[in-house]
DNA sequence: AAGATGACTTTCTGTCCTTT
DNA sequence: AAAGGACAGAAAGTCATCTT
């Protein structure tokens, strides 16, 4: 059995198919008894249009394109969250792409999106593009064609709406509780510093401790990459070395603090007791072992919902200048007190 | 004779413009 | 208000022509 097509519909109801075009799309002129008519042969029929002829005929799906890098990150699934309540209002299709931070990930997932002839896009890229990368992105979102958001990392030299967050303040913020709260011997676990944001979450660091006079040990800085099993391992060798330890840290991401806790607990160590921390965004699942810790917060489906909210804009009005979104966060201090 | 190759046509299903 | 028909891009189908 074949599928039912505008033209079974068309006959059936005795009118030309454009007939039922305008009735599928409520555009144009119909009269409410043809309407009916028509209505009434889809419904007995259970006639869904064809997405894939629609998209051949106009050029372009109703499909909206997600790029992420971190699928096993929950701050991606909190973004998706965002996203896909804004799809559903406006009827439109997802398409999730997943880089796991791979630059060439990132080209692969646009060519999907360009495939798809996807109506817009919103990417948060997988690294820092080098020369060659830089130019190979331009051309491919030049044939793609679609407004596009950029979401929580930017690309240097590449101008478009965007939704962030002041991540250099929030790190700032982060690191002078942990100075009021008494400790004079910070740590930071470093980001992916060939990322805007890596950077920025070191400069609010580096910043806080110059501004209360401590002094920048290199020492103290762990050179993660946003990513928990190296943070482990990089805090493993800490914890073994003979060095004079952080009494806290500030821990640049979520995942790296799930290497960090891992580390800390396998040489038993008491969490703020003996090592404290303030870590950027929220980490899943400690609420169920009880465990107080302190983070920066940032509404995070609202990031994905605000994305969303640019691209339909964008829809709307095609010409008009290019909107940064900064969305808030703040800190949520919720160890104990003396500790932080 | 059998197989490979290339040129051309048809098919798929909605949309949209023109005509009645 | 409604009908008719061109059209979109890729794949499958058709047929003629060329190569072994």
């Known amino acids: 059995m074949s599928e039912i097509t505008i033209n ?3 006959k059936e109801a005795g009118v030309g198919k454009s007939t039922v ?17 028509i209505e009434k042969v889809m419904e007995e029929n259970n006639y869904f249009p064809s997405a894939v002829a629609r998209s051949l005929s106009k050029q372009e799906s109703d499909t909206i394109g997600l790029i992420i ?3 096993n990150n929950p701050f991606f699934g909190e973004i998706l969250s965002g996203v896909s309540q ?3 209002e406006n009827d439109l299709t997802l398409i999730l792409c997943n880089t ?3 630059i060439e990930k990132d080209f692969r997932s646009l060519q999907v999106m360009l495939r798809q002839r996807s109506k817009g896009l919103i990417f948060t890229p997988a690294g ?3 020369k060659k990368q830089f130019k190979k992105l331009n051309n491919l979102i030049e044939k793609i064609n679609c407004p596009i958001v950029l979401l929580d990392r930017s690309i ?8 962030y967050s002041d991540n250099f303040t929030s790190s700032y913020l982060a690191t002078e509780a942990l100075i009021k709260a008494g400790h004079s011997r910070i740590g930071i676990i470093q980001g992916d510093l060939s990322l805007s944001i890596g950077r920025e979450r070191l400069a609010g660091y580096k910043k806080a401790l110059e501004a209360y006079g401590l002094e920048i040990n290199d020492h103290y800085i762990v050179p993660g990459n ?7 391992n990089l805090m493993i060798d800490l914890l073994n070395s003979e060095a004079e330890l952080p009494t806290a840290f500030f821990i640049s991401n979520n995942l790296s603090c799930i290497g960090f806790l891992r580390a800390v607990f396998e040489k038993n160590l008491k969490i703020p007791e003996d090592i404290a921390f303030v870590v950027f965004d929220k980490v899943a699942g400690q609420e169920l072992f009880n465990m107080k810790y302190s983070y920066v917060e940032r509404d995070v489906r609202k990031m994905g919902k605000k994305a969303m909210e640019l691209l339909l804009k964008r829809f709307e009005h095609p010409d008009k200048p290019y909107e940064k979104v900064i969305i808030d966060s703040k800190l949520k201090l919720l160890g104990s007190e003396l500790y932080i």
Do not use: L, Q
Request: aromatic letters at 10%; a negative charge.
């Open 100 to 102: 796991a931070n791979e």
């Open 156 to 163: 240097e030299g590449f101008t478009t709406d965007g939704v």
């Open 69 to 71: 890098p971190e699928a």
């Open 128 to 130: 820092n593009y080098n």
């Open 86 to 88: 804004s799809i559903d």
């Open 21 to 37: 075009s305008r009735v599928i799309n409520g555009s144009g002129y119909v009269s409410s008894e043809t309407r009916k008519k």
């Open 8 to 10: 079974d519909i068309a």
């Open 226 to 232: 946003f990513d928990a099993d190296t943070t482990y």
